[in-house]
């Protein structure tokens, strides 16, 4: 067992350097700012944000968006980096397999990448360096010449045999969702597993109930994007496992229909926590605009359960999501202000709670 795992878990601490790294975010006056300013601009103003260090240390061999992302990248490994070096005891393990997700996220990226033929610095750019995998895994995924081969490569992690699976759909199907689907049930499968049935009431049980959730909200958004791929491809199939609100078979019935996903979420363990979240789901008019209500959603929850316990693994987690959430939305708008999109077209894009 590593030894960070060993002993008292130290809540307290990491919980108040959460809440001050939390403070720092960006509010919905910096998106507005943001959104108005071109990609230079955009650059300055993160000179003067928590993101100072990243951008003076890339600054003399970037600019523009290139400088914005590099920053983004490095900002977000080195304060999930910092979460590792804060924690201990089984608190410092959660956080460890949780943050496996970047993992997942590389491979994602990398199997996206190779299979639209991408620039390979392109899909290295675009890699999240925290999570498990070395840097010598992830350069030579970045290298891979084939999907084949990257599922090769990754045959000794927790993702190889799901992957390995997948790949005979992949073939028959011409589209990544059995992949991309195999690498999100490998990581969550992997969480479960490690959590286990603990008692109620304990910290891993809360650690569990932030997991179920996002499985859930996973869930809706694998079965509405299936629904819509227009591949004869059974939502049920592509179910994962350990969350609450859905079987597989009645989210096949409901992958077809946005109200009856919005009212079966309202009457379950969620509905009285996301009612505000709910009414954005009604209202959204298109697939992306859901799948931000749904992310709108998550981040709402996560926020309810850190209040509820705030001396728990909860306000970790939600952290960390409301910090990817900002290097996507930031993402989002300097990708939007180089591609000349209007101030409408990149809020759209946005997810702000």
């Known amino acids: ?46 000179e003067e944000t928590e993101y100072e260090s990243e951008m003076n240390e890339l600054g003399a061999r970037h600019s523009g968006v290139d400088l914005v992302e590099y920053a983004l990248n490095q900002n977000l490994a080195k304060h ?134 996002e499985i859930d909200f996973r869930n809706v958004r694998n079965a509405l994007r299936i629904a819509r791929s227009g591949a004869d491809i059974d939502p049920a199939a592509y179910f994962i496992e350990g969350g609450r609100l859905f079987r597989a078979e009645e989210l096949r019935q409901l992958a077809s229909s946005t109200d009856e996903l919005v009212a079966r979420i309202r009457e379950s363990t969620y509905g009285d926590d996301l009612a505000v979240a709910l009414e954005d789901l009604e209202g959204a008019e298109s697939l992306i605009g859901f799948e931000h209500a749904l992310d709108a959603a998550l981040l709402e929850y996560s926020r309810k359960l850190s209040n509820r316990y705030p001396l728990s693994v909860c306000p970790v987690l939600a952290y960390i999501l409301a910090k990817e959430r900002e290097i996507e939305n930031v993402r989002a708008i300097a990708r939007g202000r180089e591609a000349g999109l209007s101030v409408e077209e990149i809020e759209e894009e946005l997810v702000i709670t």
């Open 80 to 213: 999930f980096d910092d979460l590792l070096t804060y924690s201990t005891g089984p608190l410092y393990g959660y956080i460890a397999n949780y943050l496996r997700k970047f993992d997942a996220w590389n491979v994602k990226t990398v199997i996206r990448g190779v299979y639209t033929d991408a620039d390979r610095d392109d899909i290295g750019d675009d890699l999240i360096r925290t999570g498990e995998f070395s840097d010598r895994l992830l350069d030579r995924l970045v290298e891979a010449g084939s999907i084949e081969e990257v599922v090769d490569l990754l045959e000794n992690t927790i993702f190889g045999g799901p992957l390995e699976d997948a790949y005979a759909d992949f073939e028959n199907q011409g589209v990544l969702v059995p992949l991309e689907n195999a690498v999100d049930r490998a990581f969550y499968a992997h969480l479960m597993d490690e959590v286990g049935t603990p008692e109620p009431d304990t910290p891993t049980a809360l650690y569990r109930e932030f997991l179920q959730a």
């Open 1 to 46: 067992m590593n030894v960070r795992t060993e002993g008292s878990s130290n809540y307290e601490y990491v919980t108040a350097r959460v809440r001050s790294r939390r403070a720092k975010l960006f509010d919905e006056d910096d998106y507005r700012k943001l959104v108005r300013m071109g990609p230079g601009e955009i650059a300055r103003f993160m």
